[in-house]
């Protein structure tokens, strides 16, 4: 069973509407990733944190997520103005030292955009 | 770009045969080289992984052989069995906080008994 705990499991909404999913990290897990999973399992990579801080985000996330790692609250990623090709799982993941290597994966969040 | 490219796409081997799967890669600076699985309706989850200073790393029935020259690398199933039927994704990572994950194209393989 995954340690890195995602919600919801299931979003769906209609085009221009915000979309948000959280992510709790495992314990003790400094660094978290965001991937997104299209229909045809091609993975992107989205933005990663560092405790509350931005590594590195792709320009698609810079431009319309909005995605943050407060301390003691869950991580979250929010779509500004969902289209319908946001359609994705979109999978957390963290990591005890940053890179690949201790790489763990949430359930994910399945966002249907109609 | 960075690209990890990942052959077959689609795989159906028979109960007990050795199934192959095989990845190439661009980026000479990747020096971790994972293999994951995905059941339906679940999220990646690691199998194995090598890094360059090996050319071959052994779990069980999973086997990586990898090939720094080419820059190629391959997940070997010995004795496939039915419940190894999933969709198989390699990756590659350069080190350091940084260190995201470039996955290839998925092999989706099929164990038929």
């Known amino acids: 069973n995954s340690k890195v705990i995602q919600t919801p499991r299931y979003l769906v909404k209609g085009q221009g509407q915000k979309a948000k999913m959280r992510c709790i990290p495992e314990?003790?897990?400094?660094?978290v990733f965001w991937y997104q999973q299209n229909k045809n399992n091609e993975f992107k990579f989205l933005i990663n944190f560092q405790n509350q801080e931005v590594l590195q985000q792709i320009d698609m996330t810079e431009k319309r997520f909005s995605a943050e790692c407060p301390s003691n609250s869950p991580c979250s990623l929010e779509i500004q103005s969902s289209e319908a090709g946001d359609s994705a799982l979109y999978l957390c993941?963290?990591?005890?030292?940053?890179?690949?290597?201790?790489?763990?994966f949430g359930s994910g969040t399945r966002l249907t955009v109609l | 770009q960075q690209q990890v490219r990942q052959s077959p796409q689609s795989l159906t081997v028979w109960e007990g045969e050795t199934a192959i799967l095989n990845c190439s890669y661009e980026d000479s600076t990747f020096d971790y080289f994972p293999w994951y699985h995905q059941f339906p309706g679940e999220s990646p989850a690691l199998l194995i992984a090598?890094?360059?200073?090996?050319n071959k790393k052994e779990d069980g029935r999973f086997t990586i052989f990898f090939n720094k020259r080419e820059k190629k690398f391959s997940l070997h199933i010995a004795d496939s069995q039915p419940g190894d039927s999933a969709t198989y994704f390699c990756?590659?990572?350069?080190?350091?906080?940084?260190?995201?994950?470039?996955f290839g194209e998925g092999t989706q393989v099929t164990v038929i008994s």
């Open positions: 993941a963290s990591s005890l030292q940053g890179g690949a290597e201790t790489l763990y």
């Open positions: 314990k003790g897990h400094p660094v």
């Open positions: 090598i890094r360059p200073v090996s």
């Open positions: 990756a590659a990572s350069t080190g350091g906080l940084s260190g995201k994950l470039t």
